[in-house]
């Protein structure tokens, strides 16, 4: 299993670029999740959804958006890119939300908007 | 709302013990995580607690505390390897429950 993969892992944006960031899974998970890493800080969900076509908000969703139209693909879609999006985004998968179901991270997109 | 304090950094000797220190204070409580991520790549999942007591998985220990909202992780035997953030986050009890992650405690381990 190659687990959890994102694309790109590297993407510099000029203001008011758009972009997706993609984020798939092959472990059969039902629970994905997007996070954002500012340095010093811990993760920040920004988006989580509990299975194909049902996404819900964060902490801090404003700025993204994001679809989940199989299990296995949660891509996340930034409009209108702004500097205080320049972060290092995760998206992990965990099989449920209960239980002792630890979530699995992928590797990672570093973006900086400039 | 969840308010999760761990230590910003720590500094440890090879071979030696230590003890990384978590508090939250949160609305509802099922279960806390302990990670791990070295610079520049993903966290890495290392222990889970519900109960209160202590989880043993080889050199590294977790406890909990329900009553007093307070976790540590203990390393023990110390590698080079062991340098990293490590990160406290706590699920609250709800229906889609999902984590909140603590800032991270930055560990270096000296020679």
């Known amino acids: 299993n190659a687990g959890v993969t994102q694309t790109p892992k590297f993407r510099i944006l000029k203001i008011g670029q758009s972009m997706t960031l993609q984020c798939a899974q092959d472990?059969?998970?039902?629970?994905m999740y997007w996070y954002r890493q500012d340095p010093g800080m811990g993760l920040k969900l920004i988006y989580y959804s509990v299975g194909a076509g049902i996404t819900d908000k964060g902490e801090v969703p404003n700025g993204y958006n994001v679809s989940r139209s199989t299990t296995e693909d949660f891509p996340l879609r930034l409009e209108l890119a702004a500097p205080s999006q320049t972060s290092v985004y995760f998206c992990a998968s965990s099989y449920s939300s209960t239980g002792s179901y630890e979530q699995y991270f992928g590797p990672g997109t570093r973006l900086t908007v400039t | 709302g969840q308010n999760i304090d761990q230590p910003t950094e720590m500094t440890a000797t090879e071979g030696a013990i230590v003890q990384i220190n978590c508090t939250y204070q949160?609305?509802?409580?099922?279960?806390l995580f302990w990670y791990q991520q070295h610079a520049g790549e993903a966290p890495t999942f290392l222990s889970y607690n519900v109960l209160d007591g202590l989880e043993e998985k080889g050199r590294f220990s977790s406890f909990l505390s329900r009553s007093k909202g307070y976790s540590y992780l203990l390393l023990k035997e110390l590698q080079m390897k062991d340098s990293a953030s490590y990160l406290c986050?706590?699920?609250?009890?709800?229906?889609?429950?999902?984590?909140?992650f603590g800032k991270g405690t930055m560990l270096l381990v000296s020679p």
């Open positions: 472990m059969n998970h039902n629970y």
């Open positions: 949160t609305s509802g409580f099922n279960g």
């Open positions: 986050a706590v699920r609250e009890d709800s229906g889609y429950s999902t984590l909140t």
